[in-house]
């Protein structure tokens, strides 16, 4: 099932709008990214995540699409995203689209064309409709939940969205039919039917043109009513079973990866990967400022990245084991932040203590994934307007982790050439913020840390995602070993600590910063961070 090249992948993400902008319009876009290939290169990763790049009305910052097979006007052609991943692919670097098929735009001519019916289409709807008030809903107006809304133009009744009103759920089916209420499809009815082969076609148009794969934006929100008790989604599952036979006969090469993890069935399972940073939302409200430092799935608390050092590793290493256990060659892809979350950097959190953080992603054994300008360790900016669809929680504005990507020390921080009145979003306003030009020569700078580090799992199998990994301690110092060869030291608290054990006594540091070996005894400033191999390994 699936490519093996995802396994020593190292992934970075792009919010286009804010990456780089090439026409001086205030606005991210693909020509931008095309001048920036150098540095991505520079970094070592090897594969570019893309969030939404589809025509748009951008209610939802792109995650309202209303033309699958056309790249948004504002941020080029068709013709510069093949000519991207041509020139990023001599490089050495994959693309990978974000795929947002559970909903569209209510811009899209298809739910337009169902808008003017009068009564369902003969080929089966593309959405869910009700002519009758909804006796019951599934939750209530909150983004990201399903709730019926009602018609805006001729047609009577009331649609189902998936996330904003703007956002109409694509008819996937229901995972079960009641005579009662006729708007519940099967999933073998036409209109499901009709929309999973129109994945498969938008999929496919996409592979054609040289894309790697896709994140699937609510890869699990498909069959309404999906979930079983323990959470299973079988229906769902099923639906991408089939997608992902169809890939590994068509486009065996083809990466596909979910937000969140894959639903366990007893089925094989059809992701390549699941993905642990949208995890943590089962414990912390989604959107809220609970991102940055936490790990996944810890419970809401003091985050164990942070100085105070008042948080534990316990109820990751639970959730890990619970995926190892059950399959220890699953792929877990872990990001430094995205465009929901806070970035690493942020509140009062200062740059040395992102040297734990980012030998933690790099040598735990997942798939990495960095968020553009965490490499520079840029920070989350509260306060920012709603902008896009940004502010969808009271409590968490997203657009603190979308601002534009500090380039230099030129006008907007080399990002755009616009009158700072029509950038995206704001720059941040620090006159010490951090850029590319001021780390690039700064051998003590986030940025070489990270090319260090991404350089070093790269050449070294240990820290990859094929090798085992074993808790030596839980608490501060973290400390692991990789394999039979190499040994992770974290201390992400302000206090120093310890970490006493005979195997250590003679390790050689292959990478640190405040860490010193005496006997059998490892001394660990405060943000402190070694990787050690070991001496007698054999």
């Not at 009700?130 to 001729?154: C, H, M, N, Q």
Request: aromatic share 10%; charged share 25%.
């Amino acid at each position: 099932m699936g490519p093996d090249w995802i396994r020593d992948a190292v992934l970075y993400e792009i919010y286009p709008q804010s990456f780089a902008d090439s026409n001086g319009d205030g606005i991210g876009d693909l020509r931008g990214v095309i001048d920036r290939l150098d540095h991505i290169a520079s970094l070592g990763v090897d594969t570019l995540w893309f969030n939404p790049c589809f025509a748009s009305p951008f209610v939802d910052a792109g995650y309202d699409v209303s033309d699958y097979l056309t790249i948004a006007p504002r941020y080029g052609t068709n013709e510069d995203l093949v000519e991207l991943v041509a020139k990023a692919g001599e490089r050495g670097i994959r693309v990978l689209l974000d795929l947002v098929i559970g909903h569209t735009s209510i811009e899209h001519p298809w739910f337009q064309r169902e808008l003017e019916a009068t009564g369902p289409d003969p080929a089966g709807d593309r959405y869910v409709w009700t002519t009758r008030p909804p006796e019951r809903t599934w939750s209530s107006d909150t983004p990201g939940t399903p709730a019926w809304v009602p018609s805006p133009g001729p047609r009577p009744g009331w649609y189902l969205k998936n996330f904003f009103d703007e956002q109409p759920a694509l008819n996937f089916g229901w995972a079960y039919t009641d005579a009662s209420e006729p708007w519940r499809d099967a999933v073998t009815d036409l209109g499901p039917r009709r929309n999973i082969q129109t994945l498969k076609d938008v999929m496919g148009f996409w592979l054609e043109r040289g894309v790697a794969g896709f994140r699937v934006d609510m890869a699990f929100s498909l069959v309404k009513d999906d979930r079983t008790p323990d959470r299973s989604a079988p229906l769902t599952a099923d639906l991408w079973s089939e997608i992902r036979e169809w890939l590994d006969a068509a486009y065996p090469e083809a990466v596909i990866i979910p937000e969140g993890n894959e639903p366990r069935t007893g089925a094989p399972l059809a992701f390549d990967a699941d993905f642990f940073l949208v995890i943590m939302a089962e414990h912390a409200s989604l959107f809220n400022n609970h991102a940055a430092g936490v790990l996944p799935f810890q419970e809401p608390g003091e985050p164990f990245f942070d100085a105070d050092g008042q948080g534990t590793v316990r109820d990751f290493l639970d959730g890990w084991n619970a995926v190892k256990d059950t399959d220890p060659e699953r792929l877990v892809m872990m990001a430094t932040a995205d465009h929901d979350f806070d970035r690493l950097r942020c509140g009062s959190r200062t740059p040395e203590q992102l040297g734990a953080a980012l030998t933690f992603l790099l040598t735990w054994g997942t798939v990495p994934c960095i968020y553009y300008g965490d490499e520079i360790g840029m920070r989350y900016l509260p306060g920012l307007p709603d902008v896009e669809g940004s502010i969808c929680n009271p409590s968490y504005n997203r657009a603190g982790c979308r601002t534009p990507m500090q380039w230099d020390d030129s006008p907007n921080a080399g990002f755009s050439s616009a009158d700072p009145s029509r950038l995206y979003l704001p720059i941040d306003p620090d006159p010490d913020r951090p850029t590319v030009a001021a780390q690039q020569d700064d051998p003590a700078s986030t940025l070489n840390l990270l090319r260090r580090l991404i350089a070093l799992r790269k050449e070294t199998p240990a820290l990859g995602t094929r090798a085992t990994t074993r808790v030596l301690h839980e608490g501060y110092p973290l400390v692991y070993q990789r394999g039979q060869t190499h040994l992770v030291v974290l201390n992400p608290r302000r206090d120093a600590a310890s970490f006493t054990a005979e195997s250590v006594r003679e390790a050689v540091p292959v990478l640190a910063s405040g860490t010193m070996v005496e006997g059998d005894t490892i001394s660990v400033d405060g943000f402190g961070y070694a990787i050690y191999e070991l001496a007698d390994h054999t």
